[in-house]
């Protein structure tokens, strides 16, 4: 139990076009699910935690307009990266938080790799 | 301040050696939670072990095991026996109070055969 994916698993764009990318809870529901960014050899970075049914949340240096987060429904965040530049290439990764062993965890997807040319 | 410290950018470990990952954290809560994760190069996060707060004993799963020291808040992972296939990104996290997670810099480990 307590699957996450992603979709999709790489993505490779133009520049100035915008890219969406999916996570789902496949066998939880989750009214809360948090997007994060990595670069290469460096660490998790939380852009955003997505909340269902209201706006997502977004740290501070994470510009809202250009990472639109929409969180439709107990089981399904999506992450728009609207005009996208090669700076925003990345690995993204989304989770969201479930019950393991009685204790609470975040389960993660497998990840999103953007290249934007 | 860092909520988690991992202090080794990189290690190397010998085929079927032990080794050491460290992790220090920092939290006024009582209650909180350590996780290790290990992250190869395909990118997935793997959950390899729980630490709770008031977790007496130490956690172990299998050729992991943590060492908690709670007054030096110290989580450090104890990677046992170790595999080719170990070879990996390790991130050392903590949950406080809510469901926000907290993650280190990572320590990239390198199994030599």
């Known amino acids: 139990g307590a699957v996450v994916s992603q979709h999709p698993s790489w993505v490779i764009c133009k520049s100035g076009t915008s890219v969406k990318i999916e996570c789902r809870s496949l066998?939880?529901?989750?009214?809360?699910m948090f997007w994060y960014r990595q670069f290469p050899k460096q660490s998790l970075m939380l852009m955003a935690t997505?909340?269902?049914?209201?706006?997502?949340?977004?740290e501070q240096g994470v510009e809202k307009d250009k990472f639109l987060i929409n969180h439709a429904s107990l089981t399904l965040s999506t992450l728009t990266v609207t005009s996208a530049h090669p700076e925003d290439s990345s690995f993204y990764i989304c989770?969201?938080?479930?019950?393991?062993?009685?204790?609470?965890?975040?389960?993660f997807g497998p990840g999103t790799r953007l290249t934007v040319l | 301040a860092q909520k988690i410290t991992q202090t080794q950018p990189g290690m190397f470990v010998q085929e079927k050696e032990a080794v050491t990952l460290d992790c220090t954290y920092d939290?006024?809560?009582?209650?909180?939670?350590l996780f290790w994760y290990k992250q190869p190069s395909s990118g997935e996060m793997i959950f390899l072990i729980y630490?709770?707060?008031?977790?007496?004993q130490n956690a172990t799963e299998g050729r992991y095991s943590l060492n908690f020291q709670k007054a030096r808040k110290s989580a450090n992972l104890v990677i046992s026996a170790s595999q080719l296939g170990d070879s990996a990104m390790y991130f050392c996290?903590?949950?406080?109070?809510?469901?926000?997670?907290?993650f280190g810099t990572g320590t990239s480990l390198t199994v030599i055969p």
């Open positions: 989770s969201a938080p479930g019950t393991r062993n009685s204790y609470n965890e975040q389960f």
């Open positions: 066998d939880f529901q989750a009214t809360t």
């Open positions: 997505s909340n269902e049914g209201s706006k997502a949340t977004y």
């Open positions: 939290t006024s809560d009582q209650s909180y939670g």
């Open positions: 630490q709770g707060s008031y977790d007496e």
């Open positions: 996290a903590m949950r406080e109070g809510g469901n926000q997670f907290y």
